[in-house]
């Protein structure tokens, strides 16, 4: 064999040769992002059309709201409560009947899902992400007269204002409470169709009693969706502290 013709047949079988590999050393250092970084031209031109475009839609205003909406009970409710689970079944109802027949009873939800109060005046889009940031969905699950007991037991235990849709008439006296439903006495023989989220629906916030029901409805449709639609078609939201909750 020709010299020339063994270094090349050297370099290919050298090159072929597997060569075991191991992780030897991490490194790592903290990089501060504040003031003194320097953004980059090139990056920054690449996103500025989006970004402008990201904040144009999010200071879009949607509606307007004569007072400001927050979390503070009165009564076990909220006006940002009583608004989200009252907008809620609004939206939801179609959907759901479209998809069963039937219709939602009521809807409940939790108070700690509600991450940002509305100040009076103008509504935005980027006002109903911080209200609503997660990707939760809604769904409708149908629940025993056992579980619907379980729920309002731990309404009042849990001494929150888990907002609750006006479906809903709740009196609670000293020796227990007195329901209606759709304006009807609660019959603890019925089943009842209640929307909440999927959060919940898998007893999120220790609601455990959404968990296997007799029926499982998901709606694809995200809670934070259904808040954008219904401020959409609203000019003005009407909110209001009433008498589905009371405490004797």
Do not use: W
Not at 63 to 92: C, F, H, P, R, W
Not at 134 to 153: A, C, P, R, S
Request: with cysteine; aromatic share 8%.
């Amino acid at each position: 064999m020709k010299p020339i013709y063994f270094i090349c047949l050297f370099l290919v079988v050298a090159s072929c040769k597997k060569t075991e590999q191991s992780l030897t050393k991490i490194t790592a250092k903290n990089i501060v992002v504040d003031s003194t970084l320097v953004a980059s031209p090139t990056i920054e031109n690449v996103i500025s059309p989006y970004k402008e475009k990201l904040v144009g839609e999010m200071e879009r205003v949607l509606t307007y709201s004569a007072i400001d909406l927050t979390k503070q009970s009165t009564q076990l409710q909220s006006t940002l409560g009583n608004l989200v689970a009252d907008l809620s079944v609004e939206m939801a109802n179609p959907l759901f009947t479209k998809t069963t027949t039937n219709t939602i009873d009521f809807a409940m939800f939790n108070s700690g899902g509600l991450r940002a109060s509305i100040a009076q005046g103008n509504v935005t889009k980027e006002s109903a992400f911080k209200l609503m940031p997660f990707d939760n969905e809604l769904v409708v699950v149908t629940l025993t007269g056992d579980k619907i007991d379980e729920l309002i037991q731990y309404f009042i235990r849990n001494q929150s204002a888990h907002p609750l849709s006006k479906n809903i008439a709740l009196l609670i006296t000293e020796n227990g409470y007195d329901l209606k439903i759709g304006g009807k006495k609660f019959d603890s023989n019925k089943i009842y169709n209640v929307l909440t989220s999927d959060y919940l629906q898998t007893g999120g916030d220790g609601m455990d009693f959404f968990k296997n029901p007799k029926q499982l409805t998901n709606l694809n449709y995200k809670v934070r969706d259904a808040v954008i639609d219904y401020f959409e078609k609203m000019d003005t939201l009407q909110v209001a502290i009433d008498n589905r909750v009371k405490i004797e």
